[in-house]
């Protein structure tokens, strides 16, 4: 089984800084996605970046980029620039690569990010 | 815009009371989830179902069961509601096939069970 570890459960950054956001995982698989998600106050949650296990490249999306690091299973998440929308809830998540199969998503237990104006 | 639509955001039950959980995609996904929100705790899978009139256990399954009679509509059910059922429930879903893995969510049940 997949294990997703987040072992910060809050952060604080200040606005216009830059914070990282750390994620390991425990997996034998060797095809597979990470991702980040942020859930706001609103709790709505939204895909923030995506990280295919395959690709060496580090996935980046705007503001926000990943430091993947597949021999040590960690998948931490930078972002620059903080601003106050990114006051949130951010959790790392884990899926298996089944070729001609469905799969799930394994969460960690999330980290609250505080962007301080 | 896709979009996730959970048929409640507060729910206040009594104990021991059948529950119904709606929640409808309109994205024509074949996956749809039921996961469980708690504090410090995350997100933990209940069931999953892959489609019509199929379902599979998730971590979590106790005290729950699901229903999926139409491709967008997943229901959770709680057959009797207990106190340690007070949680905040997601649901998702997300389409077959490799380049489309990311899961959408809806906006989330706050249910209180008194």
């Known amino acids: 089984a997949q294990t997703v570890t987040q072992s910060q459960p809050e952060m604080s950054v200040q606005e216009a800084e830059t914070v990282t956001l750390s994620c390991t995982y425990d997996?034998?698989?060797?095809?597979?996605?990470l991702f980040w998600y942020k859930q706001p106050p609103s709790r709505q949650m939204i895909l923030v970046i995506r990280?295919?296990?395959?690709?060496?490249q580090n996935a980046t999306e705007n503001r926000f980029s990943v430091n993947f690091q597949k021999a040590a299973k960690s998948f931490s998440l930078k972002i620059s620039d903080s601003q106050l929308g990114d006051t949130a809830m951010y959790f790392c998540?884990?899926?298996?690569?089944?070729?001609?199969?469905?799969?799930?998503?394994?969460f960690g237990k999330g980290i609250t990010l505080s962007v301080r104006p | 815009d896709v979009k996730v639509t959970q048929s409640s955001r507060y729910l206040v039950k009594r104990t021991g009371e059948k529950v119904f959980l709606e929640c409808v995609q309109d994205m024509d996904h074949e996956n749809m989830f039921w996961y469980r929100q708690d504090p410090g705790l995350g997100l933990r899978l209940i069931y999953f179902?892959?489609?019509?009139?199929?379902?599979e256990k998730g971590d979590i399954p106790e005290g729950y069961s699901v229903s999926r009679e139409k491709k967008e509509r997943f229901s959770l059910i709680l057959e009797s509601a207990s106190t340690n059922q007070t949680s905040m429930y997601l649901c998702a879903s997300s389409s077959f096939g490799q380049m489309n893995t990311e899961a959408f969510f809806g906006q989330g049940t706050r249910l209180t069970v008194v």
């Open positions: 990280q295919e296990a395959y690709k060496q």
């Open positions: 179902s892959y489609d019509v009139k199929m379902k």
């Open positions: 998540a884990f899926m298996k690569h089944i070729p001609g199969a469905n799969s799930k998503l394994t």
């Open positions: 997996t034998s698989e060797n095809n597979y996605y």
